[in-house]
C-alpha cells in the first residue's frame, strides 16, 4: 500500500485536507541539523522529465548558469520563546512572542503555555531580579493573549532585555533543550531584517562558501523580507482547502529585487525561489502582466493545487510533515502525484523531515 494518499485524477480533488495525509517515522524528524550547512541530502526533482536524483546540497550549483537568479528571505529570527513566573504562584509559564503592537507601549501579541493559568490582569516576572514584568490586557485566542510589558528603561534597552531573555524559538517537534549552536544555525546566513518567529528552513543549507561560490559563477542574488510567524505552521482543520485562512505575515520586495527578478524572467533565466516563505512573498505581488511588484504590507496568501506560478521555475525547499500548508503549497509547485512518489522515495531512503531536515530543489 503506498505511503502516502493516491488522488484521483480530478484536480479538484487535489483541494482536499485528507490528499495530504501520509505516515512519517518518527526518527526522521530531525532534531539537530547536518554537521556542516552544505552537507545535508539533497534530492533533486526534475518536473520535465519526472526524474528523481539524490546528491549533497552543495550539488546545487551545478544546476546554475550564469545570470541565473535566488530570491532569499532574508529575515531574521528573534529569540521568541520567553519563560516568566506568575505573581503569587511564582508559576512557570512559557510566553512566545508573536509580534509587536505597539512599540511606545510596549504591547505584544504573545501565546502563552499553560494558558488556563493566565487571566486578564494577571502580572508575569521575567529573569531572575524581576526587572522586566508583563501584564496581561486582553485574551486573543484560547493560547492568545495581549502583553503590556513593563520596564525601566529606554526603548533599545527593553529590546536588549527581551534579547538577553528569550531563547531561539526551535519548533516544538524538537522535544531537546536549545544549544547554544542552535542560536547559530537556527538563522540563515544572509538573515538581515529581524522579525521572524520561525527560520525560512530551506536558506538553512547555504553556506558562506556556497554563496560565495554561486557569486563567482555570476548567479544574482534577489532579497525580499516575509517575517515568518507561526501561522505557517498552524494545522489545516478543513477538508476543503478552499476554506482554510492562513494568518498574516509582514512582507516587504524592494525596488533592487523587483529589478533582478523582471530581468530575468525577461531573459528566461532560472529563477530559483530558496523556500516556501520566498515563494509565498512573489506569489503575493505579482502584477496583472506576470511581473514582480514592489510590496510594503502583510500577506495571508494560501498556496495549494493547482495553482499557475508566475515568477518562479525553480525552488528549494525542506520536507514537509503530514498535512501541512508547506506540503500543499510544494504540490502545487511540483505537481501531486510527482511528490507523492518524492516522498515515498525520502522515507524509504531516510532523508530527515521538517525545520533541521534534509532539502529538496525542484527544477
Given at each position: 500500500?503506498?505511503?502516502?494518499?493516491?488522488?484521483?485524477?480530478?484536480?479538484?480533488?487535489?483541494?482536499?485536507?485528507?490528499?495530504?495525509?501520509?505516515?512519517?517515522?518518527?526518527?526522521?524528524?530531525?532534531?539537530?541539523?547536518?554537521?556542516?550547512?552544505?552537507?545535508?541530502?539533497?534530492?533533486?526533482?526534475?518536473?520535465?522529465?519526472?526524474?528523481?536524483?539524490?546528491?549533497?546540497?552543495?550539488?546545487?550549483?551545478?544546476?546554475?548558469?550564469?545570470?541565473?537568479?535566488?530570491?532569499?528571505?532574508?529575515?531574521?529570527?528573534?529569540?521568541?520563546?520567553?519563560?516568566?513566573?506568575?505573581?503569587?504562584?511564582?508559576?512557570?509559564?512559557?510566553?512566545?512572542?508573536?509580534?509587536?503592537?505597539?512599540?511606545?507601549?510596549?504591547?505584544?501579541?504573545?501565546?502563552?503555555?499553560?494558558?488556563?493559568?493566565?487571566?486578564?490582569?494577571?502580572?508575569?516576572?521575567?529573569?531572575?531580579?524581576?526587572?522586566?514584568?508583563?501584564?496581561?490586557?486582553?485574551?486573543?485566542?484560547?493560547?492568545?493573549?495581549?502583553?503590556?510589558?513593563?520596564?525601566?528603561?529606554?526603548?533599545?534597552?527593553?529590546?536588549?532585555?527581551?534579547?538577553?531573555?528569550?531563547?531561539?524559538?526551535?519548533?516544538?517537534?524538537?522535544?531537546?533543550?536549545?544549544?547554544?549552536?542552535?542560536?547559530?544555525?537556527?538563522?540563515?546566513?544572509?538573515?538581515?531584517?529581524?522579525?521572524?518567529?520561525?527560520?525560512?528552513?530551506?536558506?538553512?543549507?547555504?553556506?558562506?562558501?556556497?554563496?560565495?561560490?554561486?557569486?563567482?559563477?555570476?548567479?544574482?542574488?534577489?532579497?525580499?523580507?516575509?517575517?515568518?510567524?507561526?501561522?505557517?505552521?498552524?494545522?489545516?482543520?478543513?477538508?476543503?482547502?478552499?476554506?482554510?485562512?492562513?494568518?498574516?505575515?509582514?512582507?516587504?520586495?524592494?525596488?533592487?529585487?523587483v529589478k533582478i527578478v523582471n530581468k530575468g524572467l525577461k531573459e528566461k533565466r532560472r529563477i530559483c525561489a530558496v523556500g516556501t516563505t520566498a515563494i509565498r512573498a512573489i506569489e503575493s505581488a505579482v502584477s496583472t502582466n506576470g511581473e514582480l511588484n514592489e510590496f510594503d504590507g502583510w500577506t495571508n496568501k494560501f498556496i495549494f493545487p493547482p495553482h499557475d506560478f508566475s515568477i518562479a521555475n525553480c525552488m528549494v525547499t525542506n520536507f514537509h510533515t503530514p498535512k501541512s500548508t508547506l506540503l500543499m503549497?510544494?504540490?502545487?509547485?511540483?505537481?501531486?502525484?510527482?511528490?507523492?512518489?518524492?516522498?515515498?522515495?525520502?522515507?524509504?531512503?531516510?532523508?530527515?523531515?521538517?525545520?533541521?531536515?534534509?532539502?529538496?530543489?525542484?527544477?
Amino acid at each position: 500500500m503506498s505511503i502516502i494518499k493516491l488522488a484521483t485524477k480530478n484536480k479538484n480533488d487535489y483541494m482536499k485536507l485528507s490528499n495530504f495525509g501520509f505516515e512519517l517515522p518518527n526518527e526522521l524528524l530531525a532534531e539537530y541539523p547536518a554537521e556542516n550547512r552544505d552537507e545535508s541530502r539533497l534530492m533533486v526533482l526534475n518536473r520535465k522529465e519526472q526524474t528523481i536524483e539524490h546528491k549533497m546540497f552543495k550539488d546545487i550549483i551545478d544546476y546554475f548558469n550564469e545570470d541565473d537568479i535566488l530570491i532569499l528571505n532574508n529575515t531574521k529570527v528573534f529569540p521568541a520563546r520567553l519563560y516568566g513566573n506568575k505573581e503569587k504562584t511564582g508559576a512557570r509559564i512559557e510566553v512566545f512572542l508573536l509580534r509587536e503592537l505597539n512599540e511606545e507601549q510596549r504591547l505584544w501579541d504573545v501565546l502563552v503555555d499553560p494558558a488556563r493559568k493566565i487571566r486578564i490582569g494577571n502580572k508575569l516576572y521575567f529573569g531572575d531580579d524581576d526587572t522586566l514584568v508583563a501584564e496581561v490586557i486582553d485574551n486573543t485566542t484560547s493560547r492568545g493573549r495581549t502583553l503590556r510589558f513593563l520596564y525601566d528603561g529606554s526603548y533599545r534597552e527593553f529590546r536588549i532585555k527581551l534579547n538577553e531573555l528569550g531563547e531561539t524559538p526551535l519548533p516544538k517537534y524538537i522535544k531537546r533543550d536549545v544549544e547554544p549552536e542552535d542560536e547559530d544555525r537556527y538563522q540563515t546566513i544572509f538573515a538581515k531584517n529581524e522579525g521572524a518567529v520561525a527560520a525560512p528552513t530551506a536558506g538553512l543549507h547555504f553556506s558562506k562558501h556556497l554563496l560565495k561560490r554561486f557569486e563567482i559563477k555570476g548567479i544574482n542574488f534577489a532579497e525580499v523580507t516575509l517575517h515568518v510567524g507561526l501561522g505557517t505552521f498552524n494545522p489545516v482543520e478543513v477538508e476543503d482547502l478552499s476554506k482554510h485562512k492562513m494568518d498574516s505575515e509582514e512582507l516587504r520586495i524592494g525596488p533592487e529585487a523587483v529589478k533582478i527578478v523582471n530581468k530575468g524572467l525577461k531573459e528566461k533565466r532560472r529563477i530559483c525561489a530558496v523556500g516556501t516563505t520566498a515563494i509565498r512573498a512573489i506569489e503575493s505581488a505579482v502584477s496583472t502582466n506576470g511581473e514582480l511588484n514592489e510590496f510594503d504590507g502583510w500577506t495571508n496568501k494560501f498556496i495549494f493545487p493547482p495553482h499557475d506560478f508566475s515568477i518562479a521555475n525553480c525552488m528549494v525547499t525542506n520536507f514537509h510533515t503530514p498535512k501541512s500548508t508547506l506540503l500543499m503549497m510544494v504540490s502545487a509547485f511540483a505537481g501531486h502525484d510527482f511528490i507523492k512518489r518524492a516522498y515515498e522515495e525520502a522515507i524509504k531512503e531516510g532523508y530527515k523531515f521538517y525545520s533541521y531536515g534534509d532539502a529538496m530543489l525542484i527544477i
